[in-house]
């Protein structure tokens, strides 16, 4: 089908088993259901969230407030939530640009 499918978590990460959690996402990416987790909070769990970010079309954020929450999921939500390329390669050969920085 023409259309991206993606889970949305709103989550500190707390209670979340990593590796079970890398698992199930895993397994939806590889039928191409996509993955986004918002941290929430100060207690955000970085170390689960470091390792499941490695899934295909995992992705994540971290609010700390409600503009750090709109600003991806509001402004940004065509680019957050809609990926084009997975496993892209970037050769750029020039002597007047160079490459500074990348995000995504």
């Keep these: 089908p023409d259309r991206v499918r993606r889970i949305l978590f709103l989550t500190d990460m707390d209670d ?8 199930l996402l895993e397994k939806a990416s590889s039928q191409k259901i996509y993955t986004t987790i ?7 769990n970085t170390d689960v969230t470091e390792s ?5 079309g995992c992705r994540y954020f971290s609010a700390q407030n409600l503009e ?8 940004y939500f065509y680019f957050s939530f809609f990926p084009i390329a997975f496993d892209s390669l970037l050769t750029c050969s020039s002597a007047e640009y160079q490459l500074e920085d990348t995000f995504g």
């Design 68 to 75: 750090d929450l709109l600003r991806p999921l509001v402004e």
């Design 52 to 56: 499941i970010i490695k899934v295909p």
């Design 38 to 44: 918002v941290g929430l909070g100060m207690d955000f």
């Design 16 to 23: 979340m088993g990593g590796y079970e959690l890398k698992t």
